[in-house]
């Protein structure tokens, strides 16, 4: 409580006011979800923020989509530079650009000054996921962009409103450049209207406590979460760690994972991130980040550690970042396409950092998690049977697993790191607003990565498409070769990547990445998100535990077998009933032991060889040998396959010759300093 004492707030006061600015955020997040017109906004991809007069973050919400956390100060900082003495009540800025802070173009940043007679006092701040700016792909995320230019609209710092006038011409020259002109005008609107909820609900706590009582405390709720990170920090071990995550691949290089390399420091009260020695250069296509995207993702994925925390720019100041010189993955210059770096560097942060801090608070160890994707399909609704062709935009994203963790399994069907409150789109209205059926949604067997605590399971996801033309399908995703790993001995999930007719004659294999692919009436899009990655050795699960996972349908037979060593055999399968084989699980645990190491080391051609012929799945080659192939032709992948043996190598098989937690033996511990 000491922040609050020195800038002479008496604690109650302090307290309230300090709750107040979450509510008030809240209040902005309800205004945006009950008056937005787009289906995608209404599926809560928002966030909103209090800002000070300098541009720092007085106060986030209590439901804000993670990747959005970090930048929205950046975004209000970028509208005084651009305006600064030219700011006046009642106006309202836009923006969403990217090399100023932003996450990708279609996160756009409503930013409206709030005023109390005349006198700045900060900014309030409504920020959105726009399902379409522009450019050469319905959704605006085009994976064969080679510039920003061909993903959308770029918005540098933009009067909407002036003196609160609305700018028509401004507005309509914004979503005239869209996919979907009259989303864009009611979102916009809807967004401004929630930045005036919040200057009003400040001008009431004026009214009611002072004025030099509430700009006080706009300093002294930062200063708060300042000293109460540092003193949290402060209370952990001094050490240096660090790991690395992979993209799938560049486009314009070949096959071969890009690397995302992370290392954390921490020194007294500071956290400090080094990602310096990630992929030095961009890559060539969409999956790439600037600099509000990366420190989103830092502070996402450091926040997680400290839920009791709020947050705000008093956070920022205890961690602190390198992204090393511009120009690479992680910090992305202009020209540089970014719009998938939700997909990309992003969730590879995230990941990277829950593997590190597992490694200083064990206790709350998490395995990899299944990644965002992204579905976009566009053309003409034929639906109407006056002969009218209404464009349509349906754009879906999934739920899938998290990582397992310390004595526990993962979550199933969740929403993605990325954006944990994010809704399950309901069918229903994606079948009202675009001429699509679902065919099938349900968890996907095998797809939690085996483990000690087995991963989160994924789903898998199929939809028709029915009275459509000129119809084309994107897909922004990845870890379709950086498979969701396991820690501390888990294993990986599944592959991410999407089938047209799958099992049918002239059945696609689309894979994780395309834009613009055409579909036809009839056509059946189909695909899983992965489950969470395993941690702890498999063959330490309790076999009672395998054998409910089968009855209940996780795991089956076959793979209870393969992945846990566990001989499962099924009495009723109407009743669900199964019985473990004592004999036949030591004998095949014993087999599994004597032999795993050697499967990661043996001839990678030879296991494709049999994979094409039949005689091996997809699992057999992630889980025991660690190959990976092109799943469309099997067509083996040697680099790749060379980058993901090291990897199990490194936090897998070290834990498989014991029980061992972390950190008994500084060879297989991921602690360097």
Not at 557 to 579: C, F, N, P, Q
């Amino acid at each position: 409580m000491s922040a609050n004492m020195d800038h002479g707030l008496d604690p109650v006061t302090f307290e309230v006011l300090k709750n107040a600015y979450v509510n008030i955020v809240d209040q902005m997040a309800e205004q945006i979800f009950r008056t937005c017109y787009s289906f995608v906004i209404w599926s809560r991809d928002f966030s909103s923020a209090l800002c000070d007069a300098n541009g720092d973050t007085i106060m986030q919400g209590s439901g804000d989509i993670a990747a959005h956390v970090g930048t929205l100060h950046y975004t209000a900082k970028a509208v005084i530079n651009a305006f600064k003495g030219d700011i006046h009540p009642g106006d309202v800025f836009v923006v969403n650009d990217v090399y100023q802070g932003g996450t990708h173009f279609n996160d756009t940043r409503i930013v409206r000054p709030m005023f109390y007679q005349g006198e700045l006092l900060g900014f309030a701040q409504a920020n959105g996921h726009w399902a379409d700016v522009g450019g050469a792909t319905p959704g605006s995320f085009n994976v064969n962009a080679i510039d920003h230019m061909a993903e959308g609209l770029r918005i540098t710092p933009v009067r909407v409103w002036s003196k609160g006038q609305c700018l028509h011409d401004v507005c309509n020259l914004i979503a005239s450049n869209t996919r979907a002109p009259a989303d864009i005008i009611g979102d916009m609107e809807a967004q401004a209207e929630a930045t005036k909820v919040a200057e009003q609900e400040i001008c009431r706590l004026i009214e009611k406590y002072g004025l030099g009582v509430i700009k006080t405390s706009f300093g002294a709720v930062q200063d708060y979460v300042e000293t109460l990170t540092r003193q949290r920090v402060s209370a952990l071990p001094d050490g240096v760690w660090e790991t690395e995550d992979y993209i799938d691949l560049d486009p314009g290089v070949g096959e071969g994972l890009i690397p995302i390399r992370v290392r954390m420091t921490i020194k007294d009260d500071t956290v400090h991130y080094d990602l310096s020695k990630s992929h030095p250069t961009s890559i060539r296509c969409f999956l790439n980040a600037c600099f509000g995207g990366s420190f989103a993702a830092i502070v996402a994925g450091t926040k997680m550690q400290f839920p009791e925390i709020p947050l705000n720019s008093g956070f920022y100041r205890v961690v602190t970042v390198d992204l090393g010189p511009e120009g690479s993955v992680v910090n992305a210059a202009w020209p540089t396409p970014v719009a998938g770096f939700c997909s990309g560097p992003f969730e590879k942060i995230m990941n990277s950092i829950f593997e590190l801090w597992a490694e200083v608070m064990p206790e709350r160890a998490m395995a990899c998690t299944f990644n965002l994707d992204y579905l976009l399909i566009g053309g003409q609704d034929k639906r109407d049977a006056s002969g009218g062709h209404k464009y349509f935009m349906w754009y879906d994203w999934m739920v899938g697993g998290w990582g397992a963790r310390n004595g526990r399994d993962g979550w199933a069907a969740t929403g993605p790191v990325f954006g944990v409150q994010l809704g399950t789109q309901p069918f229903e209205g994606q079948e009202r607003l675009a001429p699509v059926l679902t065919a099938c949604h349900e968890l996907r067997v095998d797809s939690g990565g085996p483990g000690e605590s087995r991963g989160g399971m994924g789903v898998d996801k199929g939809v028709i498409l029915t009275k459509v033309d000129r119809t084309v399908v994107s897909y922004c995703c990845d870890r379709e070769r950086s498979i969701t790993w396991g820690l501390w001995g888990g294993l990986p999930s599944i592959p991410h990547g999407v089938w047209v007719n799958e099992g049918l004659e002239n059945e696609r294999y689309l894979g994780s990445m395309f834009s613009n692919e055409p579909l036809s009436p009839g056509d059946l899009v189909s695909r899983p998100s992965a489950g969470g990655g395993g941690l702890g050795d498999p063959l330490e699960r309790d076999p009672q535990l395998v054998c409910e996972d089968v009855a209940d349908g996780y795991v089956s037979i076959e793979r209870a077998a393969i992945d846990y060593g566990v001989v499962v055999k099924e009495v009723d399968a109407d009743l669900a009933e199964y019985v473990v084989d004592r004999e036949g699980t030591l004998a095949k645990r014993a087999y599994i032991r004597a032999n795993r190491a050697k499967w990661l080391d043996e001839d990678a051609g030879a296991i494709a060889a049999k994979y094409r012929a039949g005689e091996l799945g997809t699992l057999d080659l992630i889980r025991q040998y660690g190959v990976i192939v092109n799943w469309g032709s099997g067509e083996l992948l040697e680099k790749t396959t060379q980058q993901f043996r090291s990897m199990l190598k490194r936090r897998a098989a070290p834990y498989w010759s014991q029980r061992m937690q972390p950190g008994q033996d500084a060879t297989v511990s991921l602690k360097v300093a």
